[in-house]
């Protein structure tokens, strides 16, 4: 009597176990998408034009941009007239192949 006590006690535990174990993993909540996905797209739809940014919007929306460089563009804009193509970009001082490739996407001239 005592043992079948005994097996009865470890069914009911096993299937509890089980059963909850299975609640556990259906019960999985939906990751929410990253709200940096969405923030990037929103940004890589608005470009920036190479003419008309003040150094505020170059050093806000371009990466890698800090205050020197995006005030270097102003000048170098300023001294030389409007950019003609995004690649002129390149002989602003600090401004270097790998800076300018992933900025590309996000620069325009108008």
Do not use: C, H, W
């Amino acid at each position: 009597m005592q043992n079948t006590y005994i097996s009865s006690l470890v069914f009911a535990f096993l299937t509890t176990l089980s059963l909850a174990t299975t609640a556990a993993q259906s019960v999985k909540p939906a990751a929410p998408g990253p709200i940096t996905a969405l923030i990037t797209q929103v940004e890589q739809s608005a470009k920036v034009n190479l003419n008309a940014a003040d150094a505020e919007t170059l050093r806000r929306d371009l990466f890698g941009v800090g205050a020197a460089k995006a005030k270097a563009i102003v000048a170098y804009r300023e001294t030389n007239g409007p950019f003609t193509a995004v690649d002129e970009l390149l002989e602003v001082k600090g401004i270097g192949k790998a800076l300018l490739e992933k900025n590309r996407d996000r620069l325009e001239i108008k």
